[in-house]
């Protein structure tokens, strides 16, 4: 699943525009994550301050 | 905010305000709907606009511009300086707004125009009728109101949801967004009226860092390097805390901010039944300069112009709005981001020694008209190899 550090997050959007999946939406200064999140990993690649991360459940 | 407009547009950037300005001023009713508290706030811009491209849709004032530009300065991947002016020594070129004020001030234009806006307000749906865009649901402070609208604008930005919610991909490739950060930095040493754009593998993987002047000692620092080279240790920030420690050790961050420029190809439509796209939403960010500011202003001027044309003869389909992409497409902005899309694509396979060698060829320019096209013709004409290099590109260069 995908994890948001939110005390990194700079909530600019950047992951949000290469969803392929439009899982990811910026509600103001909020990054939301639906169920359509594939957690493939192209947005925790992206995102220009490292907030993101894909985290594999056990 | 009303229950029904003839133009509802979603966001309050320039490309919305300036939608919705248009469109009231062509005898419709529109309201403009920004999710967030305040209008031009967080700015995610490095507010550079050339000086005839921002005259063409408002007067300059000093409320809203920082810095006064004379020139600029393209630093190679060898810290070769190439300096740029404009033949008119100390001729002003371009501005360095202060988007926060700015972006006020053209929504402020727009309300005293008559337009309605309504903020911390989010489209989270649209009304679809047998496939057509009939307006959105907007959320604000926990109620929904439902809005219909002749014709929806979507001016929603890079972080854009509400074409893909009516089924339009705007799925940016990973290799073509600009992964960005930048500082606002004060108390640095730097010339306070040249941009300058520092070029390389090492400094800005195919991208670019830039300083961009907002005071005597005052400067947006920002970076923006490929979603494709971006990666744990090696993200835009750590390119630019790389720089800002190696060249401005002593100055001291007063802003920062992150963003995500597109940089590929603008939609393949930015119509469909009773919507339209316009701005960095439409993906019509210049791609060689990741500049959007004017575009956006363009592409929401002539969608209001086309909706209101089309809403007066009641047509608001997909062909009759497609009036609008054609003619964005065939204007002047439309021409020049497929050249610079392929001057992009260019450039970013050079290695650094080519780089180093075209930057070299040219030490110091004075250009007639301060523009990339005119920047580029004057690498060509001092490289008359890279015609050849080029190939078809080069017919649209001349």
């Known amino acids: 699943m995908l994890k948001v550090h939110r005390d990194i997050c700079g909530y600019c959007g950047c992951c949000v525009s290469v969803c392929s999946e439009g899982a990811l939406e910026l509600i103001d200064a909020y990054l939301c994550v639906e169920k359509s999140c594939t957690s493939c990993g192209i947005c925790a690649k992206v995102c220009p301050l490292g907030a993101l991360e894909v985290v594999h459940e056990k | ?398």
């Open chain 2, 1 to 398: 905010m009303k229950n029904n407009y003839d133009v509802l547009v979603i966001g309050g950037g320039p490309a919305g305000a300036v939608a919705a300005k248009t469109a009231v001023e062509k005898g419709l009713s529109a309201c403009i709907v920004e999710k967030r508290p305040a209008i031009g706030a967080p700015v995610r811009c490095a507010e550079g606009i050339g000086k005839e491209a921002l005259c063409e849709f408002i007067d300059p004032d000093p409320c809203w511009i920082s810095a006064e530009m004379t020139g600029a300065g393209i630093v190679a991947p060898d810290g070769f300086l190439m300096e740029l002016e404009s033949k008119f020594a100390g001729n002003k070129v371009g501005y360095i707004l202060d988007r926060k004020f700015f972006d006020r001030e053209l929504v402020w234009r727009a309300a005293e125009a008559g337009v309605d806006v309504a903020v911390k307000s989010r489209a989270s749906a649209p009304i679809m009728e047998n496939g057509c865009v009939k307006g959105a649901k907007i959320e604000c402070c926990g109620t929904v109101a439902k809005v219909t609208a002749s014709v929806v604008i979507a001016a929603d930005g890079v972080e854009s949801k509400f074409s893909r919610w009516c089924g339009i991909d705007t799925t940016v490739p990973i290799r073509e967004i600009m992964s960005s950060v930048q500082y606002l930095m004060a108390d640095i040493d730097i010339n306070p009226h040249i941009t300058v754009f520092y070029l390389g593998n090492e400094v800005a993987p195919e991208g670019y860092l830039w300083v961009f002047p907002k005071g005597e000692r005052c400067a947006n620092v920002g970076i923006g390097i490929s979603g494709k080279k971006s990666g744990e240790g090696h993200r835009a920030k750590d390119y630019l805390d790389w720089f800002v420690k190696k060249s401005f050790p002593d100055g001291k961050p007063i802003e920062y901010i992150a963003g995500g420029v597109s940089v590929c190809r603008p939609l393949d439509c930015t119509v469909a039944d009773g919507l339209m796209i316009v701005g960095d939403a439409a993906r019509v960010v210049d791609p060689l300069t990741g500049g959007g500011i004017y575009n956006g202003m363009f592409t929401g001027r002539l969608a209001a112009e086309v909706a209101a044309e089309c809403i007066g003869t009641c047509d608001v389909s997909k062909t009759a709005l497609m009036k609008y992409d054609k003619t964005w497409r065939a204007s002047k902005m439309g021409k020049a981001i497929e050249r610079n899309y392929h001057i992009k694509e260019y450039l970013i396979r050079q290695p650094d020694a080519k780089l180093n060698e075209i930057i070299h060829s040219v030490s110091k320019l004075n250009l007639k008209d301060f523009s990339t096209l005119s920047l580029i013709k004057e690498i060509i004409r001092v490289n008359p190899k890279l015609m050849l290099e080029l190939g078809t590109l080069a017919a649209s260069i001349r």
